[in-house]
């Protein structure tokens, strides 16, 4: 029996800042943006409400059509894989960057 795997990411949130677009030196286009998903909770002790927010870096390949449209505050849906890639940086340290491959992206609100 064949192993079976999913990578699969549905996000909704607020854009944090503008989305950025660049070209790879073959002229694909390939954007990011941030993306804020909140959520919230009562404290079991306090009654209290409590919110925490996650950050998450969404990249969108050639789409910089779309990319003028996401801009800071927008809600947006995403559909994607999650993919970490590696990198080392200025001292030679090697960092890990896990990062959404948006295959969809939809502007919600007005």
Known sequence: MASRSVNKVILIGNLGKDAETRFTTSGVSVSRFTLATSRRW????????????????????????????????????????????????KDGVKKYSTEVVADEVILLGG
Do not use: C, I
Request: aromatic share 10%.
């Open 42 to 89: 009562k404290d079991n002790q306090t009654g209290e409400m409590k919110e925490e927010t996650d950050w998450h870096t969404v990249v969108v390949w050639r789409q910089e059509n779309l990319a003028q449209f996401l801009t800071k505050g927008k809600q947006v849906y995403v559909e994607g894989r999650l993919q970490t890639r590696s990198y080392d940086d």
